[in-house]
Structure formats: C-alpha cells, structure tokens
C-alpha cells in the first residue's frame, strides 16, 4: 500500500517537473495612423488587461512578448495571437513573428479582420497560443479584450453568410405549360378549306369520266380488304384530329402503330385486286 503511495507522489511530481511554454514581457500597444503611441500596456500569462484595448479604423495594434520554454527564452515551433467573436465563435489567427532569441510580435489593424469581426457589438477576445514538438505543454491564455471603433462617416460593411450544406427548403417545379392550339377561327378557316376539297374531289371525278362501275365488282372480289383499307385510312385522320384536339404523343403513338399496320395489310390485298383488274383491261 505504502508502495503504491508512493508511485503515485512520484509520477505527480513527475507530472508537476514536465516543461511547459510560458511568455513574459508582454506588451499591446495602440499605434494612431500618424505613428504616436495612443495606449501602451504591459501584461503577462498570469496577469491579463482587466480593460478592452480600443482599435479604431486606422490604428493598428502592436503585440510583443518572449516565449519561453521552461523559463528559458526558445523559439517555439507555433506561436499565435487568436482574436475570437464571442457569440458565434469565430476565430481568426495571426501568427507572431518570432526570432531565435524567443522574442515576438505581430501587428492587427481592423483591416486585417473579418467581416464578421466588425459587426461584433460585443468586445473581441484576444488569446496567445505557443506551442512545439516535444514534451512541453502548449498554452492557449486570454490576454485582453478589444474593443472595436469604427468610423460613424464610413458605411457599414455587410456580410452575408456562405451557403453551407444542410437541409434546404422544399422544391416545387414548375413545368412549362403545354403547347396551345391556335385561335379557333385559324382552325375553322383550314377545317374549312381541307373540307371543300371533297366535293372537288367529286366534281373532278365527274368532269375526267371517273368509273364508279367498279365499285360493286370490287366489293365483290375482296369485300374485307376494300372495307377494312378505307375504314383504315378513315381512322387514321380520327387518330390525326384526337391528337389536335386532346391526345399527347404517347397516346397517339400505339394506335396509330395499330392503325397503319391494319392499313399495310389490307392495303395490299385491296389494291392488289385493283391490279389484277388493270392488268386485265378493265378501265
């Protein structure tokens, strides 16, 4: 038991000796565009600004510190000043520039932050993060707080939020609507004149000595290919109007297939028995 004791003293102590990064040194000050130093304040990892620093549009904000690893001055592998938006979170790195010496800086102005940033009616969260390979524990600590001044004359930047993946709203399509017939007194005017051509058909008939003696000699020879030809075609020009009026194309497509087939077949018996005829000298 006392064994166990102290094999747990010893890796706490243990765990208390390891290394760890730490910064000192630290300074923020406030540079106006005219080059004077408006504010200068010294802090350190254990002693952060209890007061927001003030930037306005034209300043730009100087942070110098040491890193230091184990109290010794070291350059670190990663060395940051993080500035984060409390409500959203959002966070924006700047890295410090640091010599070998373990001495850093780096400079922010409003310029260098987002959008997001300058909307912000709360202050801004400025932390120092250090860190490297090795055995060191990296720290990430709150410094101070910036307050951000814009200018009232300049107009407000506006941000609008990228478009992410997730969830959208529902999609109604809306299809083109379908072709219309044209006006009905275009339609009546061709019914019309295709009608007229039926009686032209008779007259002509008439006039060049059509022989319609043949009528009965035919019907007689092949009574169910002459009805069912005719009756064919007859269908065909009801398919043709059907799809004028109401029908769309699949509807059209099958029986006009049926149709034209019947036509085929009936077609060439009935006019096969017109041939027969011609060839045997009947006019």
Known sequence: MRFTQALLLLAAGAAQAASSWSFDDASVSVAAKKGSDAIKEKFNQKAPLTKPVGLGSTDTVKIILTAKEDGKAKRPHQAFVTIKEQETGLEAPFPLTVKDTGKAVVQISQKDLPVQFLLSPKPLKASVVIGSFGEARAINTPVFDIELQTDPNAPVPKYEAPVRYGKKPEIHHIFRPGPQSPPKVISLFFALAVAATVPALFISWLLLGANVNHLTKALGAAPLSHVTFFGSIVAMEGVFF??????????????????????????TKALGEVQSRRLAGER
């Open 242 to 267: 059907m799809y004028y009026t109401s029908w769309n194309l699949f509807q059209v497509l099958p029986v006009a297939g049926v149709v034209g087939v019947v036509t085929v077949l009936s077609g």
